[in-house]
């Protein structure tokens, strides 16, 4: 069973973006650890302040010598596609729930 943790993070701060600025500025985050997994889930704000989400799972990997190193990997997803993927990932999640059941049960995560 794996432990997650959840931390979800506002930016106080923001503020609808002008041109010359960086693209993609940071509106929300949510970072959940599941073991040598991390998650972060993240609402940014393009220069027309249209918002869109990125997904990025980083993963620990332990080298030869011991020493630690990431990789990550990363998928943006923009406003046009949200309730198409939304769809798409309830209709999956449905059909875990309704085939392995157990894998919903006794969730041990922060929240």
Do not use: W
């Amino acid at each position: 069973m794996t432990n997650l943790k959840t931390t979800t993070i506002m930016n106080p701060d923001y503020h609808p973006r002008h041109d010359g600025e960086e693209y993609g500025e940071q509106i929300c985050s949510k970072v959940i650890r599941a073991g040598k997994r991390t998650y972060f889930i993240d609402v940014k704000a393009t220069r027309a302040d249209d918002y869109f989400l990125t997904i990025t799972e980083s993963r620990k990997k332990v080298n030869a010598d011991g020493s630690a190193s990431f990789s990550r990997h990363q998928i943006y997803l923009y406003k046009e596609d949200f309730a198409k993927v939304m769809e798409g990932i309830t209709e999956m999640v449905n059909y875990v729930k309704e085939h392995k059941p157990e894998y919903f049960e006794n969730n041990n995560h922060e929240e």
